[in-house]
């Protein structure tokens, strides 16, 4: 659904500026419940110190008598209805003929705790300032013992519902204005590239051909360059593997279309080589023979599909192979045991035994082979050597003194597609990749360098049950 038709909740900017309002506001809630219990305590505590300057005032005057006037005024002042304060040796009471005879509720301020004071500010805020409460407190001078008060509510309620209005107001506002900065901080640092990664992975879905990445910081270290560069890492991975499949297809209609024309022409081939058999010459017989191997594989090839192209793989016909022989017959298929200065090297026993298909196998060792003698013209050299560990594991080493393979190649070297010579299809090693890992086995790349290329076969013994 296109953005501006959706709901402005449905967007991840709009939950989280509504989150943080919400979160802000739930702290300020837990914060306005001590303030307005501290509150409750200091207005108490300053009635209590205006009372005892006032008592304190009359007590200077001794034995002379107070007028109700001033005594009115006094206790006005001082914002209480009555004070009653006990000394060591007297006591004084201020506002004896107004006292009320009950009051709705005593309080003690010696020593409160917290939940009692919020208890208290909430109680004074739920009646309205309808009740005469009487209060208890610590006189600032040590020679009282007790000093009591007896107030009227309203002026108490009065503040202290100011005071909450006001820390209302400040708590939207510090919540709106915090909301907003960490939106800006989120939309900033997450919001915006998580948006990039999702017109992205969009993009990619729709159009996965397309060369499109994410464009991100490259000083990123946290999880969402992370993820960011993972993403555009599998883009191009998906992509190319796209590009192989499509490749594949190409070749499997390709391979199809010319198949038959190809059986036909290598049936003629095929035929030819039958009357170079009989031509009586030592050259053309050796020749002839080579001439018919390569055509009768060529012909068992174009029988089956290209390993490529197909879902399900023949059944491997495995048997005792002596690995000279079949190393040989590489070097003769490639036409290396010819004479000439490229050197053709076999330092395998006559007795080195390997337990593989030899059809497969052949194919194995001549793709290695062909693209070795390819990367080094004809003063170039290989060989093949072998050996067996413990377990009967063969290890099978194809080395050559070509230029090596470029480091670009290497990580992809095993891939269809992915060839290291211009105008190679990069099918050679994916196919002896993949008759390896057939015959339970190994590949891989040794080494490779200015001094030559090499690589390596694991192939494991024959098992008890075959």
């Known amino acids: 659904m296109p953005d501006h038709y959706r709901p402005i909740t449905a967007s991840l900017r709009s939950r989280l500026l509504f989150l943080t309002v919400i979160f802000v506001m739930v702290i300020s809630g837990f914060v306005y419940l001590p303030s307005i219990a501290n509150f409750r305590q200091d207005f108490l505590q300053t009635r209590l110190a205006n009372a005892q300057i006032a008592a304190l005032a009359l007590e200077e005057r001794g034995d002379a008598p107070v007028s109700p006037m001033l005594e009115e005024r006094l206790l006005n002042e001082a ?105 800006l901080a989120l939309h900033w640092m997450l919001v915006r590239p998580m948006r990039r990664i999702k017109d992205s992975i969009v993009s990619f879905r729709r159009r996965p051909e397309v060369v499109k990445k994410i464009r991100y910081s490259k000083g990123r270290s946290d999880e969402i360059g992370l ?16 590009k192989q499949k499509s490749n594949l297809a190409a070749l499997g209609e390709a391979v199809a279309k010319i198949n038959h024309d190809l059986r036909n022409v290598l049936t003629t081939a095929q035929l030819a080589s039958d009357v170079l058999q009989n031509v009586d010459h030592p050259r053309v017989q050796k020749v002839s023979r080579r001439l018919m191997t390569a055509v009768s594989r060529a012909i068992a090839l174009c029988e089956a599909t290209i390993r490529h192209g197909k879902a399900e793989e023949a059944p491997l016909e495995k048997s005792e192979v002596c690995l000279r022989d079949l190393v040989f017959d590489v070097g003769s298929s490639l036409g290396l045991l010819d004479g000439g200065t490229f050197r053709f090297e076999c330092n395998i026993d006559e007795d080195f035994m390997i337990y593989v298909d030899p059809e497969q196998y052949h194919r194995v060792l001549l793709n290695l082979c062909r693209n070795a003698g390819e990367v080094q013209g004809p003063d170039g050299w290989i060989e093949v050597t072998a050996t067996k560990d413990e377990a009967q594991t063969s290890h099978i080493h194809v080395c050559d003194h070509g230029p090596g393979i470029p480091e670009t190649v290497r990580p992809h070297l095993f891939k269809a597609f992915s060839s290291s010579k211009a105008g190679g299809t990069g099918l050679g090693l994916a196919a002896a990749r993949d008759i390896v890992l057939a015959h339970g086995g190994q590949i891989g790349l040794e080494s490779t360098g200015p001094e030559g290329t090499c690589f390596m076969m694991c192939l494991p013994d024959r098992d008890e049950d075959e």
Not at 146 to 174: M, P, R
Not at 227 to 242: F, K
Request: hydrophobic share 45%.
């Open 79 to 183: 914002g209480v209805i009555a004070v009653i304060m006990r000394g060591e040796d007297k006591s004084l009471l201020l506002g004896f003929n107004v006292m009320p005879e009950e009051v709705d509720e005593s309080y003690d301020l010696r020593n409160p705790s917290l939940g009692m004071l919020i208890i208290d500010a909430y109680q004074t805020l739920n009646f309205g300032g309808t009740r005469v409460i009487r209060v208890v407190g610590r006189a600032k001078s040590p020679q009282i013992r007790w000093l009591e008060i007896t107030i009227d509510e309203a002026d108490l309620y009065s503040e202290l519902t100011k005071y909450s209005n006001n820390a209302l107001i400040l708590a939207i506002i510090v919540s709106l204005f915090t909301g907003i900065l960490v939106y």
């Open 227 to 242: 993820v960011q560069r993972e993403l555009t890492r599998m883009q191009d991975e998906v992509r190319q593997a796209l």
